[in-house]
């Protein structure tokens, strides 16, 4: 996640490698160009959006697959 979010904190700290990586999967099966360093604050926010939408709907599509097959993930238990 950007360095410069500080309402956006993970649940789970220890996914922020795995969701890195999330990130740059879907920009580029989104035809997105990222420039060399990993820098995105050039990119047009509707690009940006666009990549943390398609994340969402990644997420949403494998959390119904896991219930159509019958198990459930986790839920945690958020504290604010």
């Not at 410069?4 to 220890?14: A, E, H, S, V």
């Not at 795995?18 to 740059?24: D, L, N, R, S, V």
């Not at 999967?25 to 035809?31: I, K, M, Q, S, Y």
Request: glycine share 12%; proline share 8%; charged share 15%.
């Amino acid at each position: 996640m950007a360095l410069g979010q500080k309402r956006n904190t993970l649940i789970f700290p220890q996914a922020a490698a795995a969701m890195e990586q999330f990130k740059w999967e879907t920009a580029r099966e989104l035809g997105v160009q990222v420039p060399q360093g990993g820098y995105m604050g050039d990119i047009p926010s509707r690009v940006n959006g666009a990549i943390g939408g398609n994340m969402v709907r990644k997420m949403i599509a494998a959390y119904e697959q896991s219930l159509a097959a019958g198990s459930q993930p986790p839920t945690p238990q958020v504290t604010r």
